[in-house]
């Protein structure tokens, strides 16, 4: 069975430090993976996704994931955090075409 | 253009009662998803057409559950008989349908429901 997990409920980073928020899936055959982030009282937004090729995807606001397929990661990372990059971000994974398995989410808290 | 957009935004019911949620799907796509998110939780999947396949209803939590999409536009998901676990946001998603794995799913802005 698919699934994925969020190890971290909450991470917390200073404005103007690197942050990483972590993703592990599990899997049978290739993984297609998903970053998506939820602003208060907002639907999902896309942020990158991992189809094949290149293992660093950049995505949107300066966000990007690295897909470690030995350590079956695909942990999120932008190297200067925001205060507005406060926000509630899940990881998904896909197999093939069709419904997304997501993880639990993790609340990221940038302070100034 | 206009992205996916969902019906009511809101909505209080009583124990018992039936609701009924509504999505527009982004023009053209042919895949429409629908996923339910508790409190503090992540999403679920709840059910999944495409085209004019037989959709996969594999995550509907019980037969109190049901959907319909009319051709590839709206889609509506009933609950009958609410209970307070029911309370949650409701969140519909589109995807162009090509049947290319990874393809991007567009969120809407959910319906809150909320089950007294």
């Known amino acids: 069975a698919q699934s994925v997990a969020q190890p971290e409920d909450q991470v917390n980073v200073a404005e103007g430090n690197p942050l990483t928020v972590k993703c592990t899936y599990s899997?049978?055959?290739?993984?297609?993976l998903f970053w998506y982030v939820q602003y208060p009282n907002r639907g999902l937004q896309f942020l990158l996704k991992?189809?094949?090729?290149?293992?660093l995807v950049k995505g949107s606001y300066g966000f990007e994931a690295e897909f470690n397929k030995s350590q079956t990661s695909f942990h999120l990372k932008k190297p200067s955090a925001l205060v507005s990059d406060s926000a509630l971000y899940f990881c998904?994974?896909?197999?093939?075409?069709?419904?997304?398995?997501f993880g639990q989410g993790t609340e990221l808290s940038v302070k100034p | 253009g206009a992205g996916v957009s969902q019906s009511p935004s809101n909505k209080v019911t009583e124990k018992g009662k039936d609701v009924e949620l509504r999505c527009d799907p982004i023009?053209?796509?042919?895949?429409l998803y629908w996923y339910r998110q508790r409190l503090g939780q992540g999403l679920e999947f709840l059910i999944y057409?495409?085209?004019?396949?037989?959709?996969?209803k594999s995550g509907l939590p019980s037969d109190r559950f049901s959907a319909e999409r009319t051709g590839e536009s709206v889609s509506t998901l009933t609950i009958q008989r609410t209970q307070q676990e029911d309370s949650a946001v409701y969140l519909c998603?589109?995807?162009?349908?090509?049947?290319?794995?990874?393809?991007?799913?567009?969120f809407g802005p959910g319906t809150r429901l909320l089950v007294l």
């Open positions: 023009s053209g796509h042919t895949a």
């Open positions: 991992y189809i094949t090729g290149d293992n």
């Open positions: 057409f495409q085209g004019n396949s037989a959709p996969d």
């Open positions: 998603a589109s995807s162009f349908g090509s049947s290319r794995a990874g393809e991007t799913q567009y």
């Open positions: 998904a994974v896909s197999n093939q075409g069709g419904k997304l398995i």
């Open positions: 899997v049978s055959g290739n993984p297609y």
